[in-house]
């Protein structure tokens, strides 16, 4: 039985999520939830796949023929792109997949949806992005994501902050040539003269992580937000609100991109994978 206590059987889907670990993730329980309310016959499971062993899984899945699809989290979006058969223009342009389709002869199509999700979580809580002036700190496979979608939405300036300065330098170069309209530039993680600070990184997932940005530097009314859905409050949304910033937390960019993926992975209401 799954957890809304639909029954399992041999025609139930299997929505596979690759992770490393995979303690933190919620994307099973949300999808498990999002599937049985639109009537989906597919059931969500978690997979921890040590980044070893990532080429040898997807190897193995291309198999599955009740495989109704491949979610990707951190740390595996950039290195599965690699392994995909086909990339669509949006995943091709980011460098990395976090939604994964597989053909009816096994080849894997791999989609990018986590920054629309991300855009669409703000606005849904009607946090505007047009015209921003946005820091994203992180440029992995979610920060690049991040990154093309608050670009395409309309920010005034994009600055990247990243561990190694060469990444940040590289897709800065990208989205000025694919948004001239925008001015981004590679430089520190300093949220000084922004309006919107994005944390990328995996940095507040434990307690002892130091925060991703000096939250002194944070202006109030700020928008400070997450990718993180677990904890569901990290150190430094607790150290923004009390800076007088607004949080937003991790999982709207998750949720929001449930129909996204369904879309995605052609899983119609009532629809079996047998």
Known sequence: MTATGAEITGRTGVYVHLSHPSTHVRTPQTFNRAFAERGIDVVAVSA?????DLAATVDGLRGWRNLAGIGVTMPHKAAIAALCDELTPAAAAIGSANAIKRTEDGRLIGENTDGSGFVRGLTDHAIPVAGAH???VGVGGAGRAVAWALAEAGVATLTLANRTAAKAEDLAAQLGAAHPGVAVAAGPPDPSGHTLVVNATSLGMRESDPLPVDPDR???RTV??????????TPLMRAAAGRGCVVQEGLPMLTSQIDLVVEYLGLGKGESRA
């Open 224 to 233: 400070v937000a997450e990718i993180i859905m677990e904890p569901r409050e």
């Open 134 to 136: 946005a820091l994203v």
């Open 48 to 52: 921890d796949v040590a980044p070893a």
């Open 218 to 220: 944070l202006a109030p």
